[in-house]
């Protein structure tokens, strides 16, 4: 008990001074993966999650099965702090299902952390989800009423509830009977003692692939980029409203559920997803080049070179600069050795949190006109930060193009912006914007620019952070904490 109240103390330290770093950053959600039919499960899905460690940072689990027995192992912090090789010699089995995580649903603690495993009649279910069911308040209500206990504050925990409640009809029925009930956002991996099943909600918010390896064995992940790490082959995404199952009879899949239109989430492409990913049938790393390209078709601007935020702006930046032919500089230095626990040497210091990670190249700066480029422009604060440390390395004159539309309002779909006050861009026009930041200039991508840039029709994303067009119903009982 001492060792546990230990580690929780570290915990809450350490999640406190990553809150202090990226206050004004939009946070990541969660990745999901999984194996079927390989003798070291346990440690594909630990690379897996290694490969997926920025869709969450806060907490990492594994859970194995040899068919016969479970084990699991979960703890707060990234991927490399929760496993060693000790641990993962213990995780025995060719199934297995892991999940890192970013808290947009329920508080960041153990108890939280995910994948969440339960026995019931006689079989032990594990559930990994990337999403926020917009209806879960409602759910969770109605099943206390009928008697149901809940362990957690996360709404993953009623995926669980749901499938026992139609258990006696098999797992397949349960699966069709819950994903009837829940709304909003899930890709899901569920382990059962001789499964791994893979399922989308009908919109298909968030992303959910499958991949194969040379010994036949299968993968289920939220990117492609972990099926390159472990090498395996990517077979197809796993399609909206759709089941896969994976057993000792190898793959089958159905539609459980169906949508009139599909609601891809456009800031995966935006920020969440790596740029070595291919999702919803298209690389990243190419789409937002292409966000950058289309702002050259929308503004104008005179200046010496362009510059990212590593990592962030980066791709855009790359893409600009081609279309613009303007000079590309990296003329602010990133420090990949900030650890996450990285503690502040005193208050007074405010924005000692973001200096000691990005670091102008004054030489470069001084007596320029420079163009900054980001992906995007959430609370403002970071950014306010950083552009006072370009002004103050010499910049001649700062403007900054913005690679997406304002971000004006909250998002009940996985995404760690769920109140319109957080939003900058819901409290002050551009103009107000760019006199906070201290800019000389500042420009948003278009909402039509941003669509034809992703040769895509509008109709195939949720862009309702920033048109307030929600593709489900949403009430008042949604958000981070409504759970708790």
Not at 76 to 83: A, H, I, N, T, Y
Not at 167 to 174: L, S, V
Not at 272 to 290: C, H, L, M, T, W
């Amino acid at each position: 008990m001492n060792q546990f109240n230990k580690e929780i103390k570290s915990i809450d330290c350490n999640n406190f001074w990553q809150h202090r770093r990226y206050a004004g950053a939009p946070r990541e959600e969660c990745g999901v993966f999984g194996v079927y039919g390989h003798e070291d499960a346990a440690n594909l899905t630990y690379f897996g999650l290694y490969a997926l460690q920025h869709r969450g940072q806060e907490s990492a689990g594994i859970v194995a099965s040899d068919t016969r027995n479970i084990y699991e192992y979960k703890a707060m912090g990234l991927v490399s702090e929760v496993f060693q090789e000790s641990r993962l010699k213990a995780l025995k089995g060719h199934l297995a299902v892991g999940h890192v995580r970013y808290s947009t649903t329920g508080s960041s603690v153990l108890q939280n952390a995910q994948p969440f495993c339960v026995n019931h009649a006689g079989c032990t279910l594990a559930v990994a989800h990337n999403g926020n069911l917009v209806n879960a308040h409602q759910i969770r209500v109605e099943l206390e009423n009928q008697g149901s206990i809940f362990q957690t504050t996360m709404d993953s925990e009623i995926i669980i509830h749901l499938l026992a409640k139609s258990w006696r009809k098999g797992i397949e029925d349960a699966i069709c009977d819950t994903m009837g009930l829940i709304k909003g956002a899930y890709s899901v991996v569920l382990l059962t003692d001789t499964a791994l099943i893979g399922f989308r909600d009908p919109l298909g918010f968030r992303p959910l692939c499958i991949g194969k390896m040379d010994n036949g064995a299968y993968v289920l992940a939220s990117e492609t980029c972990a099926l390159d790490l472990i090498q395996a082959k990517f077979v197809r995404d796993v399609e909206r409203g759709e089941v896969v199952v994976i057993d000792e009879n190898g793959l089958r899949s159905f539609t459980a559920v169906q949508a009139p239109r599909r609601a891809n989430c456009i800031f995966e492409y935006i920020y969440f997803a790596r740029p070595d990913s291919n999702i919803f049938g298209r690389n990243v790393y190419a789409f937002r080049k292409a966000l950058g390209a289309a702002l050259t078709r929308e503004i104008t601007v005179d200046a010496d070179f362009v510059m990212p935020f590593p990592d962030s702006g980066n791709y855009a930046a790359v893409g600009y600069a081609q279309a613009a032919r303007m000079p590309l500089e990296l003329a602010v230095i990133r420090n990949h050795y900030v650890g996450r626990t990285f503690i502040q040497p005193s208050q007074s210091m405010r924005d000692f949190g973001v200096r000691i990670k990005l670091n102008p190249v004054k030489d470069t700066i001084r007596g320029k006109k420079v163009v900054i480029m980001e992906d995007s422009i959430i609370r403002g604060t970071t950014s306010r930060t950083r552009v006072k440390a370009i002004r103050d390395a010499g910049a001649k004159e700062i403007s900054m193009l913005v690679s997406c539309p304002p971000t004006k309002f909250p998002c009940f779909y996985g995404i760690d912006f769920s109140t319109k006050g957080e939003l900058i861009a819901s409290k002050k026009s551009v103009e107000e914007i760019r006199e906070f930041l201290g800019l000389d200039a500042l420009h948003y991508l278009s909402i039509d620019a941003m669509v034809k840039a992703s040769g895509a029709d509008s109709d195939r994303f949720c862009m309702a952070c920033f048109d307030g067009q929600y593709p489900t119903d949403i009430n008042e009982h949604v958000g981070k904490f409504s759970l708790e």
